[in-house]
Nanobody, 120 residues
Framework: QVQLVESGGGSVQAGGSLRLSCAAS????????MGWYRQAPGNQRELVAA???????NYADSVKGRFTISGDNAKNTINLQMNSLKPEDTAVYYC??????????????WGQGTQVTVSS
C-alpha cells in the first residue's frame, strides 16, 4: 500500500529554519507531482510549494524566496527547506503526491500532516 511519511516538523523561533521531508513508499512507478500544503486553524488548506517530475516548481507568494522545494525522482522523495520562518508560517503541513502506481494509472495521496510552530 502506498504511504507518505513526513518528518522534520517542530517548533522554532522566528527567523529560524526547518527542513521537512516526505517519502512515498509502496508500489510506485514514479511521481508526477509532489508538494506541500498547509492549514492553520480556521483557514483553508493552501498550497505552499509543488514540484513536478521534470523539475518545474511553484510557490505560494507568501513563501517565495524563503522556502525551497526539491525532489528525488528515484526515491519519490521531496524536501521543503524553510528559512526565515515567520509566526504566520505556523500550521499543519501536509505532503501531497500524485503518483504513478501502475502502467496506466495515477492516484493522489496525502500524508498525515506535521505541525510547524514558529514563535515570535
Amino acid at each position: 500500500q502506498v504511504q507518505l511519511v513526513e518528518s522534520g516538523g517542530g517548533s522554532v523561533q522566528a527567523g529560524g529554519s526547518l527542513r521537512l521531508s516526505c517519502a512515498a513508499s509502496g508500489r510506485i512507478f514514479s511521481f508526477n507531482r509532489m508538494g506541500w500544503y498547509r492549514q492553520a486553524p480556521g483557514n483553508q488548506r493552501e498550497l505552499v510549494a509543488a514540484i513536478w517530475s521534470g523539475g518545474m516548481t511553484n510557490y505560494a507568494d507568501s513563501v517565495k524566496g524563503r522556502f525551497t522545494i526539491s525532489g528525488d525522482n528515484a526515491k519519490n522523495t521531496i524536501n521543503l527547506q524553510m528559512n526565515s520562518l515567520k509566526p504566520e508560517d505556523t500550521a499543519v503541513y501536509y505532503c501531497n503526491a500524485d503518483l504513478r502506481t501502475s502502467y496506466r494509472g495515477s492516484a493522489d495521496y496525502w500524508g498525515q500532516g506535521t505541525q510547524v510552530t514558529v514563535s515570535s
